[in-house]
């Protein structure tokens, strides 16, 4: 669940907005997820990681879904996520990996800028909503395995090398 913040170049001008995430107890900022969170499918947030990078090339570059990229209000705010990040273009469809849908409208690659990527493991699977949009949540399985490509565990594994190692062991739980 790689979700992407850009960070603004110098001080000027305002942070930009946080994307939200939806849980039982309504909508939260994406900052405030935390180990322990659980969501309304019973789905409980085990790892948190944070990573400021830079993508130079359009293939590592994040990928941006403008408001309505889905479709009515779909999202409901702009989302960045990560190219290899399995969203739910379609509520019967499986999920897809965020770079399959380059080429619609409203979603496009984001070259150059400094970016903060913020990435949850959970301790099932789960598709959360960022600003309306589903997104897959990722699981330890996803990391032990090659699923759900080894092209995504790879990428995902370049962003946080710490989850090769990661031992999680079982926080309290919170609601979203």
């Known amino acids: 669940m790689p979700i992407v913040l850009p960070i603004p170049a110098g001080a000027a001008g305002p942070p930009p907005a946080q994307p939200r995430i939806d849980g039982p107890a309504g909508s939260r900022p994406l900052g405030s997820l935390r180990p322990g969170l ?4 019973g789905a409980l947030v085990r790892w948190v990681g944070r990573r400021r990078l830079r993508a ?6 994040p990928i941006r879904l403008r408001r309505g ?3 009515p209000g779909v999202p409901s705010a702009e989302v960045t996520v990560s190219p290899e990040q399995p969203i739910q273009p379609d509520a019967d469809g499986p999920p897809v990996p965020a770079r399959a849908l380059l080429g619609r409208p409203g979603i496009a690659p984001v070259v150059g800028g400094d970016m903060l990527f913020v990435h949850a493991i959970f301790d099932r ?3 959360i909503r960022v600003n309306g949009c589903p997104v897959r949540g990722a ?3 996803d990391l032990a395995t090659s699923a759900p490509s080894r092209v995504g565990r790879t990428a995902l594994l370049r962003l946080f090398p710490e989850l ?3 031992r999680i062991s079982a926080p309290a739980a919170a609601p979203a």
């Open 139 to 141: 699981t330890l399985d």
């Open 125 to 127: 699977p789960t598709t």
């Open 164 to 166: 090769v190692t990661l």
């Open 38 to 41: 659980r969501f309304a499918d």
């Open 69 to 71: 990229a889905l479709g």
């Open 56 to 61: 130079r090339t359009t293939a590592e570059a």
